[in-house]
């Protein structure tokens, strides 16, 4: 079983619908990333959260750590927001990254 | 100023021979990575460095070596090709790790490397 786990890994939607991307992990850890990543193109950092939530113009993330669950929201969705959405977590005492697989996610005008 | 480069971004080469990738920062960032992007892995940590002449092994780190001379610069050298090294490479660099410190990653645009 992977340490990071998204769902769903593909999801296509409407233009304007709220969407709700998963991440789930298995590790205690100090610190979880969201990036985004277009078609052919870099990956761009969203949010780093420890705790709680942040919010990002029509981005929201949250995590509740007890639960080892994060979830990235998209209010009003636009078809430049798709990409693929990757989670990943930084475990206590290691300066490295463990990644999800990404979720693949259309938005349909 | 995109703060990170890769070079080059696209390269053919043939099985067997040496092949070296360039990443440059401009940020004096401590930490800098290179990852492999394949389809249905995440991200795979290749190696890392820590500081000048400072490197890591990371979890797929077979066929691959790194050097790191200056703080801005992150060599990633394939000693002899394989196709098995055919994936995107991506660089990124952290203000700081270590216990206890959570900064942001900063990532290159990739490298699409191809093994024939």
């Known amino acids: 079983k992977n340490e990071v786990e998204q769902s769903p890994q593909n999801l296509t939607a409407q233009e304007g619908e709220f969407i709700t991307i998963n991440c789930s992990y298995s590790?205690?850890?100090?610190?979880l990333h969201w990036l985004q990543q277009h078609p052919g193109g870099g990956i761009v950092s969203l949010f780093m959260?420890?705790?709680g939530k942040k919010k990002h113009g029509r981005l929201i993330a949250t995590i509740n750590i007890q639960e080892k669950h994060s979830s990235l929201h998209i209010t009003a969705s636009h078809p430049r927001d798709s990409a693929v959405y990757i989670c990943?977590?930084?475990?206590?005492?290691?300066?490295?990254?463990?990644f999800g697989t990404g979720t693949r996610l259309t938005i349909i005008p | 100023d995109a703060g990170i480069t890769q070079s080059p971004r696209h390269k053919v080469t043939e099985t067997g021979t040496p092949v070296t990738l360039r990443c440059h920062q401009t940020?004096?960032?401590?930490?800098m990575y290179w990852y492999r992007q394949d389809p249905g892995h995440g991200l795979r940590l290749i190696h890392y460095?820590?500081?000048?002449?400072?490197?890591d092994k990371g979890e797929v780190s077979d066929g691959y070596s790194v050097s790191r001379s200056k703080t801005e610069d992150f060599l990633l050298t394939l000693e002899s090709a394989t196709s098995s090294q055919t994936s995107v490479y991506f660089c990124?660099?952290?203000?700081?790790?270590?216990?206890?410190?959570?900064?942001?990653?900063?990532f290159g645009s990739g490298t699409r490397l191809t093994v024939v």
């Open positions: 990124a660099i952290s203000e700081e790790g270590g216990t206890g410190a959570n900064y942001g990653y900063t």
């Open positions: 590790v205690g850890i100090s610190a």
């Open positions: 959260l420890s705790s």
């Open positions: 990943a977590v930084r475990s206590f005492g290691n300066e490295k990254l463990t």
């Open positions: 940020e004096n960032h401590r930490y």
């Open positions: 460095s820590y500081g000048v002449k400072d490197t």
